[in-house]
């Protein structure tokens, strides 16, 4: 059983990154969260890009209500849900002038996404030895019980997280491999069932 699932709809690098740390892990499409046959896991996460029009189902997977009860209950019994750079709405370009923001309410969290290249110059503890840290974007307007946990140099919080009871729901716009010290600290709870 894993460690960790992925919500994608097709094979992708972060399967590769987890197999490196040694850490079990597998893909899942988004339909099959409602499969009684889902393994459970200690993290679920949902990696950079998932409201590009290519990967439409994984955003209208969190958008859906009885899929979002399954994360939430999922969490609340002890697993970590991990979402990395929700990017853009879809229909905006990465070329556009204005930054562009996504209103994360729509996938029941209280903050916005704002997507701008941001270089944090120094390293940090959630990717171990780099001197510089890319980041896709930032958060505002962060409400309810989130919390920040990394920050950018201008104080622009780019990484955020919230205890939903016995779990954990993280929010990253790092746009790298996070360190595999890292996700063992994610990995310390119970497997749960999805």
């Known amino acids: 059983m ?9 094979p992708l690098f972060f399967e590769h990154m987890f197999q490196e740390y040694g850490i079990s892990s597998m893909v899942a499409a988004p339909a099959s969260l409602n499969s009684p046959h889902l393994p459970p896991a200690k993290l679920l996460v949902v990696p950079a890009g998932f409201t590009y029009p290519e990967h439409a189902a994984v955003s209208g997977a969190l958008a859906d209500e009885k899929v979002r009860k399954k994360i939430f209950d999922f969490v609340e019994n002890g697993g970590v849900f991990l979402i990395f750079s929700p990017l853009k709405e879809i229909g905006s370009c990465g070329a556009c002038r204005e930054p562009a923001v996504t209103d994360l309410a729509r996938f029941g969290f209280e903050a916005e996404y704002t997507q701008t290249d941001i270089l944090i110059l120094r390293g940090s503890p959630l990717t171990e030895n780099t001197d510089s840290v890319y980041c896709d974007g930032y958060f505002q307007n962060i409400g309810g019980v989130f919390s920040v946990i990394e920050t950018d140099d201008e104080g622009k919080a780019v990484h955020i ?15 790298e491999f996070l360190s595999k010290a890292y996700f063992n600290s994610l990995l310390t709870g119970p497997k749960v069932k999805l």
Do not use: E, Q, T
Request: proline fraction near 4%; aromatic fraction near 4%.
């Open 2 to 10: 894993p460690d960790v699932i992925i919500l994608w709809d097709s």
């Open 161 to 175: 997280a919230a205890s939903l009871g016995k779990g954990k729901i993280i929010l990253s716009s790092v746009h």
